[in-house]
């Protein structure tokens, strides 16, 4: 079974300042792990993904994000922040295996102020 | 955008009524997902389907039901829906390909009064 903890579950932030936001997971097989983004009243999007590689992922939006396996972690960053950034990201997991199924974390919600 | 569509997009219900809810894709995805959405929790598997007519349980089936009787459809049943069954429901898709990328719909806000 895989588990996903998101450290923060709110974060205030500026306009144009960074930000970084903090997803931890537990696994005993390798997985895929991705960001997904809730804008208010939406669906989720996929933000970006981590499958194999290079292990800074760059996606949408001016997100990137940074696997590091032996702290077992995939945390989130944006160098500077748009108000249009304002949204829930979820954090999840899903094993390498033909399993399907994503873990999400918590949640963590940006606000971001002008 | 990836073609899903939910109805109803929003509901009201009472204590021990039936609902369901409608997932529909022009994706021609093989496998679909509802997931329920509570604050402090993310998003909870529900149930999942890997093609017509097979489905299996998620973290959270208690209480519901799917059937899944034409690719594009996959509905979500609450046989005798209960106050903890309040929720927003998504139905998510992925392909045989990448079946680990899963694409959600916009959602369908359920509340049992």
């Known amino acids: 079974a895989q588990s996903v903890t998101q450290l923060d579950s709110q974060v205030p932030v500026f306009e144009e300042a960074p930000v970084e936001l903090r997803c931890n997971y537990s696994s005993s097989v390798s997985v895929y792990l991705f960001w997904y983004v809730q804008y208010p009243n939406q669906g989720l999007q996929l933000l970006l993904k981590?499958?194999?590689?290079?292990?800074l992922v760059k996606g949408i939006n001016g997100f990137e994000a940074e696997f590091n396996k032996s702290q077992t972690s995939f945390h989130l960053r944006k160098p500077s922040v748009h108000i249009s950034d304002t949204a829930e990201y979820f954090c999840?997991?899903?094993?390498?295996?033909?399993?399907?199924?994503?873990?999400f974390g918590a949640g963590t919600t940006v606000t971001v102020r002008a | 955008d990836a073609g899903i569509t939910q109805s109803p997009r929003h509901k009201v219900t009472e204590t021990g009524t039936p609902v369901t809810l409608r997932c529909h894709q022009t994706e021609n995805h093989r496998y679909m997902y509802w997931y329920r959405q509570d604050p402090g929790h993310g998003l909870r598997l529900i149930h999942y389907s890997y093609g017509v007519k097979d489905t299996d349980k998620g973290e959270v089936s208690d209480g519901y039901s799917v059937s899944r009787s034409k690719t594009e459809d996959f509905l979500l049943t609450l046989e005798s829906a209960t106050s903890s069954q309040t929720s927003v429901y998504f139905c998510a898709i992925s392909g045989q390909r990448s079946h680990y990328e899963q694409y959600f719909g916009p959602g369908t806000r359920l509340t049992v009064t």
């Open positions: 981590y499958l194999s590689g290079s292990t």
């Open positions: 999840a997991v899903t094993p390498r295996s033909n399993d399907y199924k994503l873990s």
